[in-house]
């Protein structure tokens, strides 16, 4: 075995197989840019190598300063992870002219699963089910155009070596084949250096479904199950579970033996994911092969109860695999929610900046289900614009998917991250959707049921009471503290008042106390609405999190502070409460509204990024939809349209230059 391996790689995945490392008793090294000086895997690690400037192209991704890292450390072998150098032939043949492992699959594999079009006419060979579509290479835009009329719409357009949701348009007319062409060759471009793009079959109503298959150096194959990863925004997976609510054994069995019969066609080694999309009478059809560890492995370890990164590590090792494919079992249920810095009530656009504030859920057992957290923050860290915007991949087990699913929902609700927008009341809401429960899932998911975007939600009449509840307790609690002030100059005197008026966004809620004393532990009869509960909680002054009972509903809500109020985030609704008594609520329905300000002949940058074009000039007249410029932000290209008809007024911004969040980029007449 290793006595000490280098990861290739930043952010949680690197502080995951550190974990691992650890717990085998292997030494670890990390590797480092300038933006990720103080990083969490820096810590993590027993040594750390700076290999260069924040650009990834100019540190993770120069293999030469990997490679170096390793000899002046004594590495003898390196970890990948995910993203940059993990599916580089290239790399992996560097790395073994200098007598150093790559834990991963050999360069074979990765040559010929690597490349999405070479991969198709490999799996076509192997008689695995492939999409229709054209594989070779497209010259331009009237090449694509013409291909995908033969194909028929809608078609989809990706880069050869894409991945992550980067370079790939939908098309499902001759003028988004142009568009999209371009974008996709541009994208793929800018974060994979290979412009290159192919064409398939758009199928319609798709779920995206992978197998996990796991070999060794001595001819064995297995696969762990699959993983649902249906649940995507711009091709980019939000939430994965394992297994999948939709498929019946014999379509497992079928998807998982053409799997292992493709890694041994390319005498694979390691773990690696056969990605395939179904459709609605449960036909698959392969899509691409990832030669490499997922971000989504932890919830195929949850109901299988493998160490994969262990395993990547003892294959590359050269032991053999200490099961066979009788032994794997599927045990539970697990969900995964991929917490982004990014702002969902803004069309999911990236946010950066400072962790003001990092304090996920507990991890381990609660009940009957199992909390893991794989992170590489804290409360302090960075978020930086250089790299991907993950923040954490929360996970849940329970015995079954609902259990996994309530679980989920709750560990969300005492997630407390501050300093940044972020996609947990997105994920919140998901948790609690009809479709989404019920399984009937699709890769269109958010695009259906969000069709305007992601919105703020108005809490029906149960839920409006329960945070009614919650902020009157918080009120009662605060203000019971602050009557007991030793210098305070009036101090508390008479009963306490029974009659209170909770504001919730811009509802007023009564609510009559019956019976209780305001202590701590708070406990305390109420009736809201005509419905009588005990609210019973241990919530303090400064808490972040609320836990309790309402009812005989259990309930983990998060507060914030404001003026002369509070934000409570519950199940993906944000509300801002005061309490009031009756007649200060009768004076506060008086006051005046502060209106927003207008901005409707203003084009707002939507989020930090870099101009990467204007396309309009000063004075020139523009139809809505027409392109007004595009930002790039965290790889992706961002294109800002006009939503109606106007006339360019002044350009206040150059390509090149970086924004701020609702920067000004361009007034209009």
Request: aromatic share 8%; with cysteine.
């Amino acid at each position: 075995m290793f006595k000490k391996i280098l990861i290739a790689n930043r952010g949680e995945i690197a502080c995951r197989v550190i974990k691992t490392a650890r717990r085998m008793g292997i030494l670890t090294v990390a590797v480092y840019s300038d933006a990720d000086r103080d990083a969490l895997h820096v810590e993590m690690a027993d040594e750390a190598v700076h290999i260069g400037a924040a650009p990834a192209a100019e540190s993770y991704l120069v293999a030469e300063k990997i490679i170096a890292a390793c000899k002046e450390t004594g590495a003898e072998a390196v970890h990948p992870g995910y993203g940059f150098l993990s599916e580089r032939a290239a790399f992996c043949e560097a790395l073994e002219k200098e007598g150093i492992i790559f834990i991963g699959p050999k360069r074979k594999a990765i040559k010929a699963m690597g490349d999405k079009i070479e991969s198709k006419k490999f799996a076509n060979a192997a008689k695995v089910s492939t999409v229709p579509g054209y594989l070779g290479v497209i010259d331009d835009a009237d090449h694509a155009e013409k291909i995908a009329g033969e194909i028929g719409y809608p078609v989809m357009i990706k880069a050869s070596a894409g991945g992550g949701g980067k370079g790939m348009r939908i098309a499902w007319s001759k003028d988004e084949v142009r568009d999209g062409f371009d974008r996709a060759r541009s994208e793929a471009k800018s974060s994979f250096g290979d412009d290159r793009v192919f064409i398939e079959k758009f199928v319609v109503d798709p779920r995206h479904i992978e197998i996990q298959v796991l070999a060794d150096g001595h001819g064995n194959v297995v696969y762990l199950g699959e993983r649902e990863c249906s649940i995507q925004r711009r091709n980019q997976k939000v939430a994965e579970e394992a297994p999948s609510p939709f498929l019946d054994e014999a379509t497992r069995k079928a998807m998982g033996e053409q799997s292992v019969a493709l890694a041994k066609a390319v005498d694979y080694q390691s773990a690696g994911t056969v990605e395939f999309i179904v459709d609605r009478d449960r036909n698959f059809y392969f899509l691409e092969m990832n030669t490499r560890l997922q971000v989504e492995h932890p919830v195929t370890e949850l109901v299988t109860g493998i160490d994969l990164v262990e395993q990547m590590i003892r294959v590359a090792a050269g032991e053999t695999l200490p099961f066979k494919q009788d032994d794997i079992k599927l045990n539970g249920w697990a969900i995964e929610s991929r917490l982004y810095a990014e702002d969902p009530y803004r069309n999911f656009l990236p946010s950066i900046g400072r962790l003001t504030r990092y304090r996920p859920p507990r991890e381990g057992k609660n009940g009957k289900a199992i909390v893991r957290n794989d992170t590489g923050v804290f409360e302090g860290a960075e978020i930086s614009m250089y790299y991907d915007p993950m923040i954490a991949k929360l996970c849940t087990w329970a015995p079954t998917r609902l259990e996994a699913i309530d679980a989920m929902g709750e560990a969300l609700d005492g997630f407390v991250v501050d300093g940044i927008e972020h996609n947990m009341p997105f994920l919140s809401a998901l948790m609690k959707h009809p479709r989404w429960r019920e399984g009937r899932l699709s890769t269109g998911f958010i695009a259906e049921e969000y069709p305007d975007g992601f919105a703020p939600m108005t809490p029906n009449g149960d839920e409006g009471a329960l945070l009614a509840a919650i902020a009157l307790s918080c009120g009662l609690v605060d203000a019971n503290r602050r009557e007991r002030y030793a210098d305070r100059l009036r101090p508390a005197t008479g009963p306490l008042r029974e009659e209170w008026v909770v504001k919730l966004g811009t509802d007023y809620i009564p609510i009559t106390l019956l019976d209780g004393l305001v202590t701590i532990p708070f406990e305390m009869d109420m009736q809201i609405a005509g419905d009588s509960l005990t609210v019973a909680t241990d919530w303090r002054p400064g808490d972040s999190v609320w836990t309790g009972s309402i009812g005989k509903r259990k309930v983990t809500a998060q507060i914030r502070a404001f003026l002369n109020g509070l934000r409570i985030d519950w199940q993906g609704l944000s509300v801002r409460t005061r309490v009031f008594t009756p007649r200060q609520a009768e004076l506060d329905k008086l006051m005046p509204v502060k209106l927003p300000p207008d901005t409707s002949k203003l084009l707002l940058c939507p989020m930090p990024g870099l101009v990467v074009a204007i396309a309009v000039a000063e004075g020139q007249e523009v139809k809505a939809g027409e392109t007004l410029a595009i930002v790039e932000a965290m790889k992706m290209e961002n294109v800002l349209r006009a939503e109606r008809d106007l006339t360019v007024g002044k350009i206040n911004a150059k390509p090149g230059e970086s924004l701020a969040v609702d920067a000004v980029i361009m007034e209009f007449d």
